[in-house]
């Protein structure tokens, strides 16, 4: 063994990780070399000494200021968490999800509405309805919901007009035979015939 | 949320024990922890980096960041192991921004005459005065040791390390921790015997 290999296997020899018949070689090696033998002699005082060497110790305010890092840091902590709560649900974010929220309902509402008028069936159109019609009858697939729709519009404010012209013309029927009532009584003295109530 | 209330009575909990009492928001429990790693922590650091106040920085720093990863205890499988990474690499880290500034400050110094002046780190009354001249000699001869070959001899022959303990702090393989180790052992003793001082290791 040569003084280079003692010198490479001379911390497994102090730390006693050679195997038996390696620690013996270093013994023998250690016996016949000089230098070997200084070198094991120092580096066992070397490490003997280096676990003697007193502790130092941090200064007397090392826990109190740790003590108020770590405080610190879990305030920190604690107001990024509130932060982010912030951001997610405060009151711009809350604003949005309102406005988002009224969309979604608006274009549910939309989807419904148009769904039900797709669904409103489509009547044959007969020769009775003619007459309501604006266009003569016309079969089923030709006629599209927005033009029937128009047709039943305009055919109800036709109904509502007839209805108030009789209406008014029942008053003005009202209102004539009242005064034949009222006049009844001297027609009669007059001896004059009853007026025929006529359109 | 976190709590912030005092407990008593740890008794022998385990590292693991404690950690998960921290996890669940207690700092207290952190304090017993800081309690069981500050003085190793701290020798470490401050014989890695040779200055005291950086080295309380550091060490600060070190349970600081530890805290903030408390969630992730249950990952960590050697809490002490994890600890003492956290401060080799912050105190690697101060060596380095060290180098940069000396090297930025001699540079100065060389073009002109309002450099930056450089400590002068071999009177330190301060320090003589604190220790034993013998302690003191050992603590410098270390301190000038390359970086690689200070932080494995530390470990393993002031805190006592396992190789494979001081393999996962220094994420290299356990021949190469060895062998390290040998080298700074010899480079050490090379060291003090070449400058002639007798630091008592006469056995």
């Known amino acids: 063994m040569t003084y280079e290999a003692f010198e490479e296997k001379i911390s497994a020899y102090l730390d006693d990780e050679l195997s038996p018949i390696a620690r013996t070689e270093m013994e023998r090696k250690a016996a016949e070399c000089e230098d070997c033998r ?16 007193p502790q130092a110790q941090p200064s ?20 990024m968490s509130h932060r982010v709560r912030r951001v997610f649900f405060g009151s ?19 989807n419904v509405v148009q769904d039900q008028i ?22 089923a697939s030709a006629i599209d919901h927005r033009g029937a729709l128009e047709r039943l519009s305009q055919q109800s404010r036709r109904l ?16 004539m035979l009242n005064r034949q009532k009222r006049m009844s009584p001297w027609l009669k003295s007059q001896d ?7 359109f | ?120 780190e071999t009177y330190r009354p301060d320090k003589v005065a604190e220790s034993s001249l013998a302690d003191d000699q050992i603590h410098d001869a270390i301190a000038s040791l390359p970086e690689n070959y200070r932080q494995v001899i530390l470990l393993r022959d002031v805190e006592g390390m396992s190789y494979q303990e001081i393999a996962e702090i220094v994420d290299c393989p356990v021949g190469t921790v060895k062998s390290r180790v040998n080298r700074a052992r010899l480079k050490l003793q090379q060291k003090l015997k070449n400058e002639g001082r007798d630091v008592g290791l006469e056995v």
């Open chain 1, 38 to 53: 200084v070198l094991l002699k120092d580096m066992k005082a070397l490490k003997e000494r280096l676990t003697r060497l």
């Open chain 1, 60 to 79: 007397a305010g090392f826990n109190f200021e740790l003590r108020s890092h770590l405080l610190m840091a879990v305030a920190k902590e604690n107001q």
């Open chain 1, 92 to 110: 711009t974010m809350r604003t949005i999800t309102t406005l988002a929220a009224a969309v979604i309902l608006g274009l549910g509402l939309t």
């Open chain 1, 118 to 139: 797709s669904s409103i069936p489509v009547v044959q159109a007969t020769a009775e309805d003619a007459d309501f019609l604006l266009t003569p009858a016309q079969p």
């Open chain 1, 160 to 175: 509502d007009g007839k209805l108030y012209r009789n209406s008014q013309d029942s008053g003005r029927v009202d209102t």
């Open chain 1, 192 to 198: 004059v015939k009853q007026i025929p109530v006529s």
């Open chain 2, 1 to 120: 949320m976190l709590m912030v209330n005092s407990k008593s009575g740890f008794g022998e909990l385990t590292d693991a024990e404690i950690l998960a009492e921290v996890a669940a928001g207690d700092i207290d429990a952190y304090g017993k922890i800081v309690g069981r790693y500050r003085g190793r922590l701290y020798n470490f650091v401050f014989r890695f980096v040779s200055e005291k106040e950086t080295a309380e920085d550091i060490v600060q720093e070190t349970f600081l960041r530890a805290f903030r990863k408390r969630k992730e205890y249950k990952a960590i499988a050697n809490f002490s192991t994890w600890l003492f990474t956290i401060a080799g690499n912050l105190a690697k880290s101060e060596l380095r921004r060290r180098k940069r500034w000396r090297l930025f400050s001699l540079h100065r110094d060389d073009e002109s005459d309002t450099g930056m002046e450089l400590p002068d």
